[in-house]
Nanobody
Framework: QLQAYGGGLVQAGGSLRLSCAAS????????IGWFRQAPGKERVRVAA????????YYAASVKGRFTISRDNAKNTVYLQMNSLKPEDTAVYYC?????????????WGQGTLVTVSS
């Protein structure tokens, strides 16, 4: 299971760090992705990290502002979000990726809401 947390309300230009904690699986063998879904929109991938942490992926919309990292000893993946914009408002989900950083998710965690006020 995956559980995302760390969301909240922040002003534009601010920062948040999301965490994705895993249990019950061989966490360190999975690539992990962060996705977000804004109201009325499709869920989209914003970042992903390989099982070793050696490779990362970022969507163009967040590149340079968001940083994904992981600590396999703590079974946790992080998403550091800086310079937040109102358009970053969404429910953020983490997911296990079995076939690579841009593959379809194999399993999902519960989401956490991020609201960025202007």
């Amino acid at each position: 299971q995956l559980q995302a947390y760390g969301g909240g309300l922040v002003q534009a230009g601010g920062s948040l760090r999301l965490s994705c904690a895993a249990s019950g699986r061989t966490f360190s063998s999975y690539d992990i992705g962060w996705f977000r879904q804004a109201p009325g929109k499709e869920r989209v991938r914003v970042a992903a990290i390989s099982w070793s942490g050696g490779s990362t992926y970022y969507a163009a919309s967040v590149k340079g502002r968001f940083t994904i990292s992981r600590d396999n000893a703590k079974n946790t993946v992080y998403l550091q979000m800086n310079s937040l914009k109102p358009e970053d408002t969404a429910v953020y989900y983490c997911a296990g990726l079995k076939l690579g950083l841009t593959s379809a998710p194999d399993f999902w965690g519960q989401g956490t809401l991020v609201t960025v006020s202007s």
